[in-house]
Structures are given as structure tokens and as C-alpha cells.
């Protein structure tokens, strides 16, 4: 079994900045790709941010410059630094793991809220 314990989320002001976290824990031989995505209101889960293994990332365009994604291997964590946050943000937010051999991993998801 895996685990996916998330915390960081909360309420902030726009411009302000949250960093995100995600350890995971258990059965785990090797993670592959580690990720975040969100969901707000009344809409589809998106993709947020990936991050590989060997370091490789990958953003949705409207956080390029904003968000930075990194990971601790040797923890098994993995971050998401939210700067200049905007009230489109607000949502929740759910980390993603993708195994090795095989299985992908979702947590709990947190909320975050960006006020005007």
C-alpha cells in the first residue's frame, strides 16, 4: 500500500504565495513522475505541474513564472511553490504520483482559496 499525506493549502490574498507539499510513504520501489493538479468549482481536474525523476518539469501555461514544482527523492516528496497566486488559483489542489513498475497514486487533495 501507498500513501499520499498532503498539507500547505489555506486561504491567502491574491499576490500572495503558498508552497504545497506531498510525501508519500509505504510499498514504494521507485516513483516515476510526480505532479499536481487542481480542481475548481464546477470544473474539470487540470493539470497543474509535473516533475520527473530526472528533474524534467512541466507547467499549464497560466502558472508559468508563478509555480515551481521540485521533489526530494530521497523523501519521496514533492513540492509546489505558489507565487503571485490569482483568485482563478482557488481550488483543490491533488498530487499524483505515477509508480514504478506500474500504478499511479492519488492524495486527499487540499484547498486553496485566493481571495480578491
Known amino acids: 500500500q501507498v500513501q499520499l499525506v498532503e498539507s500547505g493549502g489555506g486561504l491567502v490574498q491574491a499576490g500572495g504565495s503558498l508552497r504545497l507539499s506531498c510525501a508519500a510513504s509505504?510499498?514504494?520501489?521507485?516513483?516515476?513522475?510526480m505532479g499536481w493538479y487542481r480542481q475548481a468549482p464546477g470544473k474539470q481536474r487540470e493539470l497543474v505541474a509535473t516533475?520527473?525523476?530526472?528533474?524534467?518539469?512541466n507547467y499549464e501555461d497560466s502558472v508559468k513564472g508563478r509555480f515551481t514544482i521540485s521533489r526530494d527523492n530521497a523523501k519521496n516528496t514533492v513540492y509546489l511553490q505558489m507565487n503571485s497566486l490569482k483568485p482563478e488559483d482557488t481550488g483543490v489542489y491533488y498530487c499524483n504520483i505515477k509508480l514504478l513498475p506500474g500504478g499511479v497514486k492519488w492524495g486527499q487533495g487540499t484547498q486553496v482559496t485566493v481571495s480578491s
Open positions: 516533475i520527473t525523476s530526472g528533474g524534467t518539469t
Open positions: 509505504g510499498n514504494i520501489f521507485s516513483i516515476n513522475v
